[in-house]
């Protein structure tokens, strides 16, 4: 599972964020998964607790959102989304087509805590 490392450098870059805030801790982290990464998102909130364990991340809120897939026509340019179910441009037929998104993996949003922060702000719960 290549999740893992996928995650542990995900963790990386969170915990270099925050330390940049100066923050105490991550308390939550957004991620962009497009539906052609190579990134299993069921497998991204299995490892997560495990992956994040002794890290500034540790109890964060997970949130994935998924990418849908667009492709543009190789034709005529008109951008669509591509489905597994098979794809045609809208616009003109044409089944040539490349992919313009749909393939990221990327930290949309990270929330943190700082140590001098009071109560009530930033807290969503
Ligand atoms: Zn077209």
Redesign the pocket.
Known sequence: MHEMSILMSMVEMAEQYAKQQHAERITGISLEIGEMSAVVPEYVEFLFPDVTEGTMLEGAELSIRRQPVCVR?R??D?VYEWRKEGFR?P??G?EAAQIVSGREFKIQSIEIRKEDENDGSGESH
């Open positions: 026509c034709d005529c008109t441009c616009a003109c044409s």
